[in-house]
């Protein structure tokens, strides 16, 4: 895997497309393809069915919250009482603040976990530092219309940043290691990890999210997997809730 991200150009599938395509280029500084036929190149194809991103290969995906696996998974009959839902401890902070719990989602990657926690009546905070994909996720917002705020930024700054508003939760889901077998991987994660590649500051990364987090914060971790760098110097309460692939670790703040 190529140490730095791939150049993405912003592609209008017709002429329809093409204003769109030129704002989504500006808001984002994302660079516009010239020629939409041009070979071997990464784009965001802008469409009337969306954004598609697009690898030279022809492999691609799209965020898409109103329809797919997302959405399904959202309207399951014990959607409230599964592993998120339940690692995020929402029943009793909502006694406790008599309001909408807030959540940054400091690694919003596709959205899909940021989506999961809107649907469960919060208020959604996604960080990206990708541009591509924050395009991709203020479009699939939008359509939603979802009760998420993109933020294109670094999310330890973004974190650090005292001007910024502190969270009930903050939620971290860094990149796990590619696998050996790339046919082992779902498309969409090929192209997350050529995107932003795997994490590299954990343990920054957590202590910022412990000094945000009002309430605790939340790990997802590989089943298996070693606590999260950094979980040695924390000395408050570490709690899990175990899925069939997944765990989430608590960091307990109240």
Known sequence: ???????VFISADDPSCAAQAQRI???FGLPLLATPSEPGVWRLQVSSEGLLLLRPDGLSTQINFVSGKARQRSQEANFKSQP??????????RKKINTQPDIIDATAGFGTDGWMMACLDTHVRLLEASPVLCAMLSHAVNVANADIKVINTDSVAYLRDKNHAPADIVYLDPMYPATRSKALVKKGMQLLHELIGPDHNSETLLHAALDKANYRVVVKRPKGAEQFAGSESFTGQITSVQSA?????IYHLS
């Open 25 to 27: 280029a500006a808001e």
């Open 245 to 249: 692939h997944t765990r989430f670790d």
């Open 1 to 7: 895997m190529n140490s730095s991200p791939p150049e």
């Open 84 to 93: 998120l839902a339940r690692a995020l401890g929402l029943q009793k902070l």
